[in-house]
């Protein structure tokens, strides 16, 4: 994405510089859950899955990268990096049912998040960042579908770690917003 349309950063109103602060958190975190999944299935279908979509959460992670300045970005990294770790690689121990209801749970979280911002873009007036913010919602929504294509039924512990992963997420965002 051709970033040098984009308005600067350093012009975001305070709510909307918190949330691609959240944003970038976010894509951190979800490049490091995939490669927790690398880093443990040996399953080919689902190490073809996580490759995949890791590709695509890279590109969007190097959008934040480039378009934030250092002082804009997330504090806590470090921290978003090892639970998206963290996460993938349960999920994998778990098998590709775990996988697939572990992504469905993410990416519904997010979707609704990218979502949440829409209004907010369109009064901003960037048109490239609501159109990237938009992309982004898109392909997330795919690696929904697409994990909720192939997830079997839950078992109850199963649905209790995807309560986990919802509900973290969303305390993630609300930290990432601030720090």
Known sequence: MNTASLQSASTLPAHLAGEM??????????????????????????????????????????FFEEWLTS???SLLLPLWRLSGFILGAVSALGGRNWVYASIEAVETFVVK????????????????????????CDDEADHR????????????????????????????VKIARRV
């Open 113 to 136: 998040h990218y979502e949440s911002q829409y209004a907010a873009l369109e009064a901003y007036g960037d048109t490239t960042l609501t159109a990237a913010i938009h992309q982004f």
């Open 21 to 62: 602060r959240s944003n970038h958190a976010g894509e951190t975190g979800a490049v490091w859950i995939y490669k927790g999944v690398l880093a443990v299935s040996r399953d080919a279908e689902i190490r073809a899955f996580a490759e995949h979509h890791l590709a695509t959460e890279e590109t969007h992670l190097g």
């Open 145 to 172: 579908d697409e994990a909720g294509g192939e997830a079997e039924g839950q078992s109850s512990l199963l649905k209790a770690w995807c309560w986990v992963v919802g509900f973290g997420s969303e305390q993630a």
């Open 71 to 73: 002082r804009q970005k």
